[in-house]
C-alpha cells in the first residue's frame, strides 16, 4: 500500500487565524482537491492527520466538522479524488493529549488503522507541528508554503529540523512526487 498523509487547514483548504468553523468557510486552496486526485490515481491511499481544537474551544462541534469534511468528499469527487479517512485531535493543546500534533499520535492511530509502518510514509503539512510530529515518527516531512507555511520555513532550522522537503502547494509537491514514481 501506497499511503501519503495530509495536513487539512492550510494545506487541502484555506487557513483562517480565527479557525474555519463552518461548512461555508471551508474553501478548498486552488488545485489542491485535483492534486488529490492525481495522488488517488497514482495508487495512494491518501489520508488526512489535523488538529481541530476549535472543538474543545466551542467554535464548532462534531456534526459542522463532519459537515467540512463530507463537503470536501463531495468536492473531491467531483474531480474524481477521494481521501480514505480523517483523523483529527478535537484537543486544545494545554488538554496535554497524545493525539495533538506536533506528538505523533495522530499518525499512529493511521499507522495501526492501516498496519503500515509510517516510516518513511510522506505527510504533508503547513506547520511546524506537522514537521515535528513526521520528524517524531520518522515519516517522510513535506513543507508546503501555503496556509502558515511561509512562517514555518523561517521556523525550520531553529528547531533543528532537517530532511523536509519544501513546496510551494499541494499540487506543486503531489507533480513531484508522482513524476518521482515515473522513473
Known amino acids: 500500500m501506497k499511503l501519503i498523509v495530509l495536513d487539512r487547514d492550510g494545506v487541502i483548504n484555506e487557513d ?15 488545485d489542491s482537491l485535483e492534486a488529490i486526485a492525481r495522488l488517488n490515481h497514482a495508487g495512494y491511499t491518501v489520508v488526512v492527520a489535523t488538529n481541530q481544537s476549535g ?16 463537503k470536501m468528499d ?11 479517512a480523517v483523523f483529527y485531535c478535537p484537543h486544545r493543546p494545554e488538554d496535554a493529549c497524545d493525539c495533538r500534533k506536533p506528538k505523533p ?12 509502518d509510517m516510516k518513511d510514509v510522506i505527510f ?11 520528524v517524531a515518527i520518522e515519516a517522510q516531512p513535506i513543507l508546503v508554503k501555503t496556509g502558515k507555511g511561509e512562517e514555518t520555513l523561517e521556523l525550520l532550522h531553529g528547531n533543528g529540523i532537517q530532511g523536509v522537503l519544501i513546496f510551494d502547494n499541494l499540487a506543486d509537491a503531489v507533480d513531484a512526487i508522482v513524476d ?4
Request: charged share 30%; glycine share 10%; aromatic share 8%.
Open 55 to 70: 472543538i474543545a474551544r466551542g467554535y464548532y462541534d462534531v456534526a459542522t466538522l463532519g459537515a467540512m469534511h463530507r
Open 180 to 183: 518521482r514514481e515515473r522513473y
Open 16 to 30: 483562517s487565524d480565527d479557525y474555519i468553523k463552518s461548512v461555508d468557510e471551508w474553501k478548498p486552496i486552488p
Open 124 to 134: 504533508i503539512g503547513d506547520n511546524i507541528s506537522d514537521m515535528k510530529a513526521a
Open 74 to 84: 463531495e468536492l473531491l469527487a467531483s474531480v474524481g479524488g477521494k481521501v480514505d
Open 105 to 116: 499520535g495522530l499518525l499512529q492511530q493511521i499507522g495501526e488503522r492501516y498496519q503500515h
